[in-house]
């Protein structure tokens, strides 16, 4: 399981950084989202795919029985998830916001900044 | 500890969060909207110096949130250099919010600058204090997102140019990041970073850990700016309105600087030839490449971006040479850099108010007609040039000094070469803006949003540190003696933050 989802992962990241190479910027805004979603799943698969087995603590008990599922990788991603949400919401109404601007959806029309 | 230290070391990050959210409960209001700007920013100062104080009298203030303790909560650390540079953060918070008072205009204020400005301090505070990784990560993002919003407000086109590179690039640098702690997270199973650095000790497979290594000096090495990642600093800095910039110019790329040196020196120290070998290089060349960036700029707050840039290249030096002297060297060049950084910025800023452009060309006559401000723009201008005696005379000569010592003759030679260099983008903006004779066609005062009285107070103020740092160097030298001290002394951290019984039971179990 954990090559299939390397592979995932990794199809994921080449994806996003060939979308963000582009010059369209609503392909740029694209690339960002499926970076942030790879990362996620790389964390997901880097603490370890247990399944089927909750991380409950039955009454009495101080640990889970066995071996179970990380709940703290799963908060990160959680927490990761709502920042990145956030952040894309803000990367779509400035990418609009620039289109609006500039009046071309072409990252080589925008170089007013760098001469 | 008591719970009066606990709360000390959090209230750098609670009073401006508090002061963000009591300006957002006073939208309508400009005046009280003000009045908490510089408010509580000054309180922000006096409880940062008061927290650098304890921390000077007691190594290091651990708090755990909660009180779950390390490594299952997250902890507030506040050692030396944390409490430098949240000092740091509430000198320029002080300094860019009585400019604002002069420098933002209503129309910006109704854009929710305060509320922003605000959330950006609590977001750089937090990096600094937090000894969690992944809570380093979520202060990142939160200084970001108020980054983001601050470059924008006011909606120009260049803005909206120089805010998309500079968006993409954080992000990207944000999401390796994020990699690199899950990777952390998959081999040591842990987030608390003396936790990490203890267990990452015991590793075998020291060529993952290199990998990780790499991917955080790729990600801090962007928020930076440091060679080759830099390219998102001299496309969106100039853009936003001045205090804005002085803002990020002091504060932001630090933060990046600041994570590097927590990292590199507390978690990864297994193979020091090698990454640091690698830091060295990037420090060179972010050296060479900010100051010859420069050297092509003819806009008087690209100029000050691209020396941004290769400034950060002499802190990286300091880390990358990593004797004490060294980063004894860095730290001091880091407390130098934000206050001359900053200041050089907000003298941009008045001179745009007085002559109405930002283009050396079309500037001019400042001398004949505001002698003070040249002897002010002097002062910041040859410290970062690394004249004798003021600041960073001192900060250039502890890491030459440091570099000699070690035999590293080529970074001896970059640096001593890029503070000429220096100096001359100095003297160019010096003969062009003050000395030159005014061109004609130029020079209309613009129509000033607010009277300019209060944007000479935080320019004199840093003006005087910069001197005083000069003239009195001893107890800032002392300030980063000691935190070199705990920074290459990892145990006094780890044990700070783990307890020592911890400690003694991980060792156990390893035996």
């Known amino acids: 399981m954990e090559i299939v989802m390397a592979l995932v992962i990794g199809f994921l990241y080449a994806a996003a950084l060939y979308m963000m190479l582009r010059r369209s910027i609503v392909k740029l805004v694209i690339g960002l989202v499926l970076l942030s979603n790879a990362a996620n799943l790389l964390i997901f698969t880097a603490a370890g795919l247990v399944r089927g087995a909750p991380p409950l603590i039955y009454p009495g008990d101080l640990v889970p029985p066995g071996v179970s599922a990380d709940p703290l990788a799963q908060a990160l991603i959680l927490t990761a998830i709502v920042i990145g949400f956030g952040v894309l919401a803000f990367a779509v109404v400035l990418i609009h916001r620039a289109y609006e601007v500039v009046g071309a959806d072409d990252m080589d029309k925008m170089k007013d900044t760098d001469t | ?511």
Not at chain 2, 74 to 97: E, H
Not at chain 2, 193 to 205: G, K
């Open chain 2, 1 to 511: 500890m008591s719970a009066y230290m606990n709360a000390l070391v959090a209230l750098p990050v609670i009073l401006p969060l508090l002061a963000g959210a009591l300006s957002l409960a006073f939208w309508r209001s400009s005046a009280a909207q003000k009045l908490l700007g510089v408010f509580g920013t000054l309180a922000l100062l006096v409880v940062s110096v008061h927290l650098l104080f304890e921390t000077w009298e007691h190594d290091h203030i651990v708090m755990h949130m909660g009180s779950w303790h390390a490594p299952f909560g997250i902890v507030l650390v506040s050692d030396m250099l944390a409490a430098i540079m949240v000092v740091l953060t509430g000198i320029i918070g002080l300094a860019t919010a009585v400019y604002s008072l002069s420098d933002i205009g209503t129309r910006h204020e109704r854009f929710g600058y305060y509320p922003l400005f605000h959330l950006l301090l609590a977001g750089v505070n937090g990096a600094f204090l937090t000894g969690d990784i992944f809570n380093l990560y979520v202060w990142f993002e939160v200084m970001l997102v108020a980054s983001f919003a601050l470059l924008i407000l006011g909606g120009e086109r260049a803005q909206m140019e120089g805010a998309i590179k500079y968006v993409t690039l954080n992000l990207v640098s944000s999401m390796l990041f994020l990699t690199a702690i899950g990777l952390l997270y998959g081999l040591t199973g842990t987030l608390n970073m003396a936790d990490i650095a203890v267990r990452l000790a015991e590793v075998e497979d020291t060529g993952l850990v290199t990998v990780i290594a790499m991917l955080f000096m790729v990600s801090f090495g962007i928020k930076a700016a440091a060679f080759p990642f830099f390219f998102w600093l001299p496309a969106s800095y100039h853009t936003p309105k001045v205090a804005v910039s002085a803002l990020f110019a002091g504060m932001l790329t630090k933060v990046g600087v600041y994570a590097l040196y927590r990292v590199f020196t507390l978690i990864f120290n297994q193979d020091v030839d090698y990454t640091h070998e690698i830091l060295l290089w990037i420090a060179m060349l972010t050296m060479l490449t900010g100051v010859l960036g420069a050297a092509a700029q003819f806009e008087f707050r690209r100029i000050l971006s691209f020396h941004i840039i290769s400034q950060i290249g002499y802190m990286i030096l300091g880390l990358a040479l990593f004797t004490p002297l060294a980063i004894v060297g860095g730290v001091f060049y880091i407390m130098h850099h934000i206050i001359v950084k900053a200041n050089l910025f907000l003298i941009s800023g008045l001179t745009y108010q007085l002559k109405g452009s930002h283009e050396l060309r079309e500037l001019g006559g400042l001398y004949r007609s505001h002698p003070m401000l040249a002897v002010l723009f002097m002062v910041p201008a040859l410290s970062l040039a690394g004249l004798p005696p003021l600041s960073g005379f001192f900060a250039k000569f502890i890491i030459i000094r440091a570099g000699i010592e070690v035999e590293a003759w080529l970074a001896v030679a970059v640096a001593l070469v890029v503070g000429l260099l220096t100096l001359y983008s100095m003297v160019k903006i010096w003969n062009e803006v003050f000395w030159k004779a005014q061109p004609a066609g130029f020079g209309q005062t613009p129509t000033p949003v607010r009277p300019l009285f209060w944007m000479w107070p935080p320019i004199v103020g840093l003006a005087l540190m910069t001197v005083m740092i000069g003239l009195y160097g001893q107890p800032i030298f002392e300030m980063a003696e000691l935190s070199a001290e705990q920074l290459l002394d990892t145990s006094r951290y780890i044990e700070a933050v783990l307890g020592a019984d911890y400690v003694e039971s991980l060792q156990e179990m390893r035996r």
